[in-house]
């Protein structure tokens, strides 16, 4: 039996997670999306929740937004934090904070200049997770937290967990993929070749994505990397453990060792929604880095 990889956690008592997960009931009742699939739901909303209570940042950049829900979570935390709200497609938005700044620019190309020694930033944008620690690094940011964070095998990213295991990131090349993104290049070179004034509409994360570019294949190098840059490798413990993980594989610690759940399910009756949305679960982390020299 396998346990999950931890460095110097941020310590949480049992008492602790058990008053935040009553006062994050109750706030998550009041949720603006009630329909999240997608994006966050209950076990990392309540993640995020604890870890913002705990390290309480005077500044969270969250990359990946989606439809808001986070930016919402976020300001309820943390009434008087300042907030920037990354994502390079912002036609998913539902929920428009009045005290958040957005930007289509994406994070590693930011200004970031004078940031408070305690800025948060928080990643649910599906990017290869060694390159946010490193431009965390080269920012200053020394508190992250990593949302996708995929086994081997599994999701569309290259993840802390599968740096970790030297696995690599590996999807296959669809034909389908290929021919959508040549009719999608043809089609926007033929309009600006006649109009001059046309901007193409070609996104450079869809074109990687679809023809998979960034593909890393298994190495030891990457976990070298990472674990020389951070102090701290922290997976927040899921809240149910069901027979099934949100793959519909079973969720045994052969493959998919996991931090020992806060809850046993003979509590599910009084946390209904967090039983219901408990395989939405994925490794969701949080890191400290090592050195915050420029």
């Not at 008087?80 to 539902?94: F, G, Q």
């Not at 003979?266 to 679960?281: G, I, N, Q, V």
Request: a positive charge; proline letters at 4%; aromatic letters at 12%.
């Amino acid at each position: 039996m396998k346990k999950p990889f931890n460095k110097n956690p941020v310590k949480f008592k049992k008492i602790e997670l058990h008053k935040f997960l009553k006062e994050f009931d109750k706030l998550y009742k009041k949720r603006p999306i009630k329909n999240n699939i997608g994006g966050m739901q209950y076990p990392h909303m309540f993640a995020v929740y604890c870890i913002l209570k705990k390290i309480k940042p005077s500044f969270v950049i969250e990359s990946g937004i989606y439809k808001g829900q986070s930016t919402w979570l976020i300001e309820k935390i943390l009434p008087k934090v300042k907030i920037l709200s990354i994502d390079i497609d912002m036609s998913n938005l539902i929920y428009k904070s009045k005290k958040a700044k957005y930007s289509t620019i994406d994070f590693s190309k930011q200004d970031f200049k004078k940031l408070p020694k305690n800025t948060l930033a928080f990643f649910d944008d599906h990017q290869n997770a060694l390159e946010r620690v490193l431009q965390c690094r080269k920012f200053g940011i020394k508190n992250l937290i990593y949302e996708d964070n995929y086994v081997d095998g599994t999701g569309d990213c290259y993840s802390l967990k599968k740096i970790l295991s030297n696995s690599g990131n590996i999807r296959k090349i669809k034909l389908k993929d290929i021919k959508k993104m040549i009719k999608k290049l043809l089609r926007e070179t033929l309009k600006s070749y006649f109009n001059q004034n046309y901007v193409p509409k070609i996104n450079i994360n869809e074109l990687i994505w679809n023809l998979k570019l960034d593909n890393v294949s298994p190495n030891l190098n990457d976990k070298k990397v990472l674990l020389k840059n951070i102090i701290s490798y922290q997976e927040f413990p899921p809240i149910f453990k069901t027979k099934l993980n949100r793959w519909g594989k079973n969720w045994n610690d052969d493959y998919f060792p996991t931090e020992k759940p806060i809850l046993k399910e003979d509590k599910k009756d009084l946390f209904k929604t967090a039983f219901d949305e408990a395989m939405s679960y994925t490794w969701i982390s949080f890191v400290k880095i090592r050195n915050l020299k420029k």
